[in-house]
């Protein structure tokens, strides 16, 4: 793990997304799965994107590389380089593709090809930007396997995927990623179906990719320790949108959006005290199908107000010029704990499509059986 | 506690011992042969005290789930003990079954796939009670205090699973499993598949129960944070195996298998600061298969204090099997590593 306090603002903007909204046309109505990113990424900066599922993380990344079903409608402007990425041919966007961006996905067992042997996939991915022999090709697969951290690879590289386990899996996506020496690496999810010793081990192996390579590297994950660790700046969305983004510190000692508090309120922690309550986020997300006006935080935010209801937050600088939130009442939290905001409550009343009524903590007594009428506990 | 007045407190109620479950490898050929054994656990032993929460952490195919299955005779285990009330669960008769779960249950993993799509969910929660033949006479009554019980809103009793959230379904199931009062509750990775937001409702939802309702738990999970939490006593498995186990306490702050503390330096923790100056162990390498588990220990081809012992300590790891004993690293703290007590 580096020390050193991470820098940024200081390198060359590589990859520049402006008002990127994702729109997918369904039965039911249209999907607004994104509904405005921006952000920059510059060389040799990790930008962590942080959300739950459905906050639009990974659909977003997969706007940046074109690989969003032709369905789907994509506006905004996505610049890599000064060069316009939307709306490019497909032709020229494979130019792009794997040479200059690369992606890793979350799930290695997919990822790779089953019926081609690892070294032919990467010699693939080697010989699709390079005009080489093929023998140099199989000595740079060698070289790249053997960077990423796999044992024998001279072994290895003759075998089918099924042969490796997750973890080595994953690492020759990330090996497949390096080849080109990419600018950008956007990581997708790259350890979540990982267990914690080898996620320990890929993380590091994404570690050495970013290092050998000097790329910028977008790292998308729901899991904040994984963020604090490895990125530099934190990105967090909800409901499509930033609500907040700002220095991995910002994120995690001073955050301004309410979200964001109470998800870090919510993490049982190693290095916590036992005997704290964790403090959940009521209510579920918003569907995207049909998002009311105002903020789409506003049924599960402790701090709503009649505002929140009308208008919806822009993502604005806070005191910090570097440190941007999408907040009314961003203001209020500053120095405040999500112990503070939100209630350690046990229930979870509210059906996903109706918010309001509210049952406090766990009551009802289950040893006192049948009388009770139901109106009593419906309070 | 109404439900724990039969049992003292230093009296265990449920205990394993020398639990062993393979599963048959079969041949290709058209008679399927038996051709080897996956030993998916291999001897395991813990108790359950009343009240309590026993965590049991370890990494995918450990054998976690399957001893928790194994503990209610979903999956027959091949040999040892499961011994629930002062009685074996793994002689008993299918009647004797049926009335031991009424006292035993099992939340399950997958909120999406244990739930029936098709029944209301009074009729899910109602369930187990008309199995057992207690519906008759206030049932429906009781499935609206489950509802409440678990932070639901028993008018919602008669909408649908896909109607309601990912934790709420959770809630569901635990509101299922309670419904026939029971001692003890199995908990198998019960809030791995929620998001964190929702994850943290569950889990105070959890140690609620527990104190209101006096029951033991087993906690299968793959997350130490969220075992720290919740357990008072967490024993870590590795193919098969317990490696080490003690008090929750002494088991974060005094970890002395080399399994343990890697697992647990490599768990990362939502603190910018704290991550960039941590030191990791890594692990090398995977685990190996458990259809052909390595002699002796079986972290030895992973462990890196083995590394960095001499030539005849590293080949008494391959030689000899270490048991999991008191290795005098505290009161009730077991390791079953040779070295455990050589480090400091």
């Known amino acids: 793990m580096s020390v050193e306090k991470p820098s940024f603002g200081a390198g060359e903007e590589l990859l520049a997304v402006r008002d990127l909204t994702v729109t997918f046309p369904t039965g039911d109505g249209d999907v ?24 639009g993380k990974s659909v977003s990344s997969l706007a940046v590389m074109g690989l969003l079903p032709k369905t789907a409608r994509v506006q905004g402007s996505i610049t890599f380089q000064g060069e316009e990425l939307l709306g490019l041919s497909e032709r020229k966007l494979m130019k792009v593709r794997g040479k200059k961006i690369a992606m890793i996905f979350q799930d290695p067992m997919t990822s790779l090809n089953p019926v081609y042997k690892i070294g032919y996939q990467l010699e693939e991915a080697i010989l699709a930007h390079n005009d080489l022999p093929k023998q140099q090709a199989r000595k740079q697969a060698l070289e790249l396997l053997e960077t990423v951290g796999i044992p024998f690879p001279e072994k290895r590289i003759d075998q089918f995927p099924h042969e490796f386990s997750g973890g080595m899996r994953q690492r020759v996506v990330i090996a497949i990623a390096m080849a080109n020496n990419p600018d950008v690496i956007i990581a997708d999810e790259p350890t979540t179906a990982l267990d914690v010793t080898v996620q320990a081990q890929v993380l590091e192996s994404l570690r050495v990719a970013q290092r050998e390579t000097g790329a910028a590297m977008v790292l998308i994950t729901h899991d904040l320790g994984v ?16 609500v907040e983004i700002g220095s991995v510190d910002d994120i995690y000692y001073n955050p301004r959006m309410p979200y964001t508090l109470g998800l870090l309120g919510s993490l049982p922690r190693l290095d916590a005290n036992r005997a704290e ?38 993502l604005l600088p806070t005191d910090d010029p570097a440190h941007d939130a999408a907040c009314h009442y961003s203001a209020l939290l ?34 006192t059986v049948p009388e009770q009428p139901k109106a009593e506990q419906a309070e | 506690m109404s439900t724990t007045d039969t049992l003292t407190a230093g009296e265990p109620i449920l205990s394993v011992r020398h639990l062993v479950k393979e599963f048959p490898i079969k041949s290709h050929s058209v008679v399927r042969r038996t051709v080897g054994a996956v030993h998916a656990v291999s001897g395991v032993s813990f108790d359950i005290f009343p009240g309590q929460t026993l965590g049991l952490v370890g990494e995918s195919g450990c054998g976690k789930t399957t001893t928790s299955r194994a503990i209610l005779h979903l999956q027959p285990a091949t040999s040892g003990e499961v011994v629930f009330q002062g009685r074996d669960v793994t002689k008993m008769s299918k009647g004797d079954l049926r009335r031991m779960r009424r006292n035993m249950q099992i939340v399950f993993q997958d909120p999406y796939a244990s739930l029936n799509p098709r029944i209301t969910v009074s009729e899910i929660i109602a369930e187990p009670l008309k199995i057992h033949g207690l519906y008759r006479g206030g049932g429906q009554a009781q499935v609206a205090e489950l509802m409440s019980l678990v932070g639901l809103n028993p008018e919602h009793g008669n909408r649908f699973p896909h109607e309601f959230s990912g934790g709420q ?47 033991a738990y087993l906690f299968v999970a793959h997350d130490l944070s969220v075992v720290r939490h919740i357990a008072d006593r967490v024993a870590v498995m590795y193919l098969g195996k317990i490696v080490e186990t003690a008090d929750t306490e002494s088991l974060f702050e005094r970890s002395q298998h080399p399994y343990t503390k890697a697992l647990i330096s490599a768990i990362p923790i939502p603190d910018p600061r704290r991550e960039r100056e941590r030191e990791r162990i890594l692990v090398q390498g995977d685990v190996p298969s458990p259809a052909n588990p ?21 080949a008494r790891c391959a030689d000899e099997e270490p048991a999991l004993v008191d290795r005098g690293l505290g009161p009730r703290h077991l390791a079953a590593c040779h070295f455990a007590e050589s480090e400091g």
């Open chain 1, 32 to 55: 607004h799965a994104v509904r405005g990113v921006n952000y920059t990424l510059r060389r040799g900066e990790v930008l962590g994107i942080v959300g739950e599922s459905g906050s």
């Open chain 2, 169 to 215: 379904r959770q809630r569901i199931g635990i509101a299922r499993a309670l419904a026939l009062k029971p001692k003890v509750l199995v908990l198998d990775e019960p809030v791995s598949a929620l998001d964190v937001s929702i994850q943290a409702g569950v889990i105070n939802l959890l140690e609620d129960l527990q104190d209101e309702l006096g029951l």
């Open chain 2, 294 to 314: 390595p002699s002796g220990c079986r972290f030895r081809t992973r462990c890196p204090l083995r590394m960095t012992l001499s030539e005849t300590d590293a």
């Open chain 1, 334 to 367: 500053a120095g405040r704990k999500a112990q503070e905001v939100f209630v350690a409550s046990a229930a979870d009343t509210a059906l996903p499509e109706s918010y309001g009524a509210e049952i406090a903590g766990a009551t009802g007594e289950i040893t």
């Open chain 1, 277 to 314: 309550r964790l403090t959940p986020i009521q209510g579920a997300p918003p569907s995207l199908l049909s998002l009311p006006p105002g903020c789409p935080f506003m049924p599960r935010c402790p701090l709503a107000k009649e505002v929140c209801a009308e208008q919806e937050p822009e």
């Open chain 1, 227 to 242: 963020v604090a660790g490895q990125a530099d700046r934190v990105l967090v969305m909800y409901a499509g949108k930033p």
